[in-house]
């Protein structure tokens, strides 16, 4: 185990944790033709954790690790609200710059995720 996958499954874990930590702020940024907003922020912050989990396992890493990409692609309509609405998960918005910045991050994870297949 590199590094590198540690690192993945304590960010995985840690932001799967904020879903239950701070709830509404995840469901704000779900789209608003989604269902169930509070539903999808409580899966994916389970699929988060369960997938970090599995990246420290030999022998579900490469099936964590797909289970991720397609988090990370399923989750992309939320990051996209939020940088069209200017959506952050404090009380003030961040800068929209850095909104738009976060969608090019889905990619890298990704291919970060991609490299433990």
């Known amino acids: 185990m590199t590094v590198w996958c540690v690192l993945l499954a304590v960010l995985m ?4 944790v904020m ?6 702020a995840y469901a704000r940024t779900v789209p608003r033709s989604f269902p169930a907003p509070a ?10 954790i369960l997938g970090g ?18 988090l990370f692609v399923a989750v ?4 996209v609200n939020m940088a069209v609405n200017r959506i952050g ?16 991050l ?3 994870l990704i291919a ?3 490299t433990f297949t």
């Open 13 to 16: 874990v840690a932001g799967g």
């Open 19 to 24: 879903h239950f930590v701070a709830p509404k």
């Open 39 to 48: 539903t999808l922020v409580a899966v994916s912050g389970v699929c988060e």
């Open 53 to 70: 989990l599995g990246l420290l396992v030999l022998q579900t890493r490469p099936w964590a690790a797909w289970g991720l990409i397609a």
């Open 76 to 79: 992309f309509p939320a990051n």
């Open 89 to 104: 998960f404090g009380r003030k918005p961040p800068p929209a710059w850095l909104l738009w910045a976060r969608l090019p």
């Open 106 to 108: 889905q990619a890298v």
């Open 112 to 114: 970060w995720a991609h």
